[in-house]
């Protein structure tokens, strides 16, 4: 069929899958769709969204993309919906990102010492590249400035500029996040003067670079690298799609912010210096 890449979603171990999915067998039926698609010869990965319900499995995913020859493992974040800012060192599902995360780093490091040739990917939060490059200069202090460069370049988040998502209706959304909000139809309108019309508020504000960003995003120190996170996420949980990123697992500290007053509510801050 000429596919280039096919990716299958493991939600956990066996029971997990088949409770996630609600259907007994259904990790089976999936692992054996993975097997006849890898001795096909056609590249495949395992596509992993973590939730609170399945984080603790992650290590064994990644014993099982060892075990099955699996080259590819694909780590989505779930959109995150806990308590915004507040006690966020604190909060749990926020350190388990940060886990999961120093996870992903040290076994795509020791796969690439091996010479496995394995690709690691995340998705979902453009918050990963800052806590690469926090990792990178923790681990590999000489490579920090060309790893940053790197980062800068990629640009963060593209939504509404190098991404984009045509539903099965024919209806064009930002990414694939966005079903919920269309730009138009490519069965009234071409594609392309759909995607450059910047008369719609959400794509005038997705193409604007720098985005105009507000709270902690607009503040953070790695601005250019993340480039505001994922909008969508905010509009979902705040109204406002030029919001802060709830779902940024980032310290104030880590992303250059120095907090000056806490209480009860809005929280003043200012860059550090």
Same mark, same amino acid.
């Given at each position: 069929?000429?596919?280039?890449?096919?990716?299958?979603?493991?939600?956990?171990?066996?029971?997990?899958?088949?409770r996630?999915?609600?259907?007994?067998?259904?990790?089976?039926?999936?692992?054996?769709?993975?097997?006849?698609?890898?001795?096909?010869?056609?590249?495949?990965g395992?596509r992993?969204?973590?939730?609170?319900?399945?984080?603790?499995?992650?290590?064994?995913?990644?014993?099982?993309?060892?075990?099955?020859?699996?080259?590819?493992?694909?780590?989505?974040?779930?959109?995150?919906?806990?308590?915004? @800012?507040?006690?966020?060192?604190?909060? =749990?599902?926020?350190? #388990?990102?940060? +886990?999961?995360? !120093? %996870?992903?780093?040290?076994?795509?490091?020791?796969?690439?010492?091996?010479?496995?040739?394995?690709?690691?990917?995340?998705g979902?939060?453009?918050?990963d590249?800052?806590?690469?490059?926090?990792?990178v200069?923790?681990?590999?202090?000489?490579?920090?400035?060309?790893?940053?460069?790197?980062?800068?370049?990629?640009?963060?988040?593209?939504?509404?500029?190098?991404?984009? @998502?045509?539903?099965?209706?024919?209806? =064009?959304?930002?990414? #694939?996040?966005? +079903?919920?909000y !269309? %730009?138009?139809?490519?069965?009234?309108?071409?594609?392309?003067?759909?995607?450059?019309?910047?008369?719609?508020?959400?794509?005038?504000?997705?193409?604007?670079?720098?985005?105009?960003?507000?709270?902690?995003c607009?503040?953070?120190?790695?601005?250019n690298?993340?480039?505001?996170?994922?909008?969508?996420?905010?509009?979902?949980?705040?109204?406002?799609?030029?919001?802060?990123?709830?779902?940024?697992?980032?310290?104030?500290?880590?992303?250059?912010?120095?907090?000056?007053?806490?209480?009860?509510?809005?929280?003043?801050?200012?860059?550090?210096?």
């Open positions: 069929m000429g596919f280039d890449y096919l990716g299958i979603s493991i939600d956990g171990i066996r029971e997990t899958h088949d996630f999915r609600r259907k007994e067998g259904a990790y089976e039926e999936s692992m054996h769709g993975l097997r006849l698609c890898r001795d096909a010869g056609i590249k495949v395992l992993f969204t973590m939730t609170q319900d399945n984080a603790e499995e992650l290590p064994q995913l990644l014993d099982l993309m060892v075990e099955e020859r699996i080259n590819k493992f694909y780590f989505s974040h779930l959109n995150y919906a806990g308590r915004g @800012n507040k006690n966020r060192e604190d909060d =749990v599902f926020l350190n #388990t990102t940060r +886990w999961a995360m !120093d %996870l992903l780093f040290e076994r795509a490091l020791e796969d690439a010492t091996e010479g496995r040739g394995t690709e690691f990917v995340t979902n939060n453009d918050a590249g800052v806590y690469l490059l926090r990792w200069e923790r681990r590999f202090p000489e490579q920090a400035e060309h790893i940053g460069d790197k980062l800068i370049q990629w640009g963060g988040n593209s939504s509404g500029v190098n991404i984009a @998502n045509i539903d099965n209706q024919g209806r =064009v959304h930002p990414d #694939t996040m966005w +079903w919920d !269309d %730009l138009g139809n490519v069965k009234q309108r071409p594609f392309s003067e759909i995607w450059q019309d910047t008369s719609d508020p959400i794509m005038a504000g997705l193409k604007q670079s720098p985005r105009k960003i507000g709270g902690r607009g503040q953070c120190h790695y601005f690298i993340c480039g505001g996170n994922t909008r969508v996420r905010a509009r979902q949980l705040t109204g406002d799609a030029w919001s802060e990123d709830p779902a940024c697992y980032l310290t104030d500290k880590e992303i250059g912010i120095e907090v000056r007053v806490e209480d009860d509510g809005p929280r003043d801050r200012l860059l550090a210096g």
